[in-house]
């Protein structure tokens, strides 16, 4: 059979005020009881944050983000791959000690430019992602001339910071950044002409999952998004997604199983 073209990256939250999982998994053995969970859905990686990004949400130092995260990485790490969800070098780097794979920075190495180094240092893969701002404010009247412009610029400029840094080019993966910084209508946009940032020519990882809009269009709170979710990842796989960043990783898979099996029966990503 041929191999699955896409990845399911299974959020695990270790905080208390992330905006649909928030306080669930913040003891380090619900933590590590929801990451296998996610592994025996067929989560290809996990994806473990300690500080929220919902806008507004209060930051956190480097050390209380590496009590609530580095523990979790270590007990995780022997049954599945494991990245970090984090703006922060210490965190990145506690982290990768304790065996972590992937660095997911939703600041693109903007708050902590030297997390680059640490990345390219050792080696590992990573995700640069679109944010308008920072998360405190990126929700205050966002406005593009051309969304889908702006973020592609953004990408290509941080994407050369990165390899700069001397990230080799083949680690990298960029993402649109869903909700962060966007209206309603700038994520669709960003969805509906997702093949123009896969057409920069890297990997290009989605995160809809429970977001805001999908609930701005369906009138569902957060736990009863997943059909949404299902929509744009589909969507997303359709115009050339390849990882997708989930909570509800068992129907996603299948939904993405089917529409990869649709969409590229050679089995290419
Ligand atoms: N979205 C969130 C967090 N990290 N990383 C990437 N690469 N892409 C995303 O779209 C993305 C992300 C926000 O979702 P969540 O982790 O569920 O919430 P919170 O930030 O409130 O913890």
Request: aromatic share 4%; charged share 25%; hydrophobic share 45%.
């Amino acid at each position: 059979m041929a191999p699955h073209p896409f990845l399911v990256m299974g959020i695990v939250n270790v905080t208390p005020d992330s905006f649909s999982d928030g306080g669930r998994f913040l003891r380090h053995e619900d933590a590590r009881a929801q990451g296998l969970r996610l592994l025996a859905d067929g989560a290809d990686l996990l994806d473990v944050g300690g500080e929220s990004t919902r806008p507004g949400a209060a930051p956190v130092t480097a050390a209380e983000e590496i009590a609530r995260t580095a523990d979790v990485v270590a007990q995780l790490s022997p049954h599945g791959r494991v990245s970090i969800d984090t703006t922060k070098v210490a965190v990145a780097e506690a982290a990768l000690d304790a065996g972590a794979d992937y660095v997911n920075d939703v600041s693109a190495f903007r708050f902590e430019p030297d997390l680059a180094a640490l990345v390219a240092d050792r080696g590992v893969d990573c995700c640069l992602m679109h944010m308008r701002g920072e998360p405190r404010t990126m929700q205050d009247a966002p406005h593009y001339d051309d969304v889908v412009s702006d973020v592609k610029a953004h990408l290509t400029e941080r994407l050369e910071f990165a390899t700069a840094q001397g990230i080799s080019e083949d680690r990298i993966h960029l993402d649109p950044g869903i909700g962060f910084g966007k209206t309603v209508a700038h994520n669709l946009e960003l969805l509906r002409r997702l093949d123009e940032i896969v057409a920069l020519g890297r990997p290009v990882l989605v995160g809809t999952s429970r977001k805001g809009f999908l609930g701005a269009l369906t009138g569902r709170d957060v736990d009863e998004r997943v059909a949404g979710t299902i929509a744009t990842n589909v969507l997303a796989l359709a115009a050339g997604a390849e990882i997708f960043r989930v909570h509800d990783v068992r129907p996603v898979r299948d939904a993405l199983t089917v529409a990869a099996a649709t969409v590229r029966p050679d089995g290419r990503r």
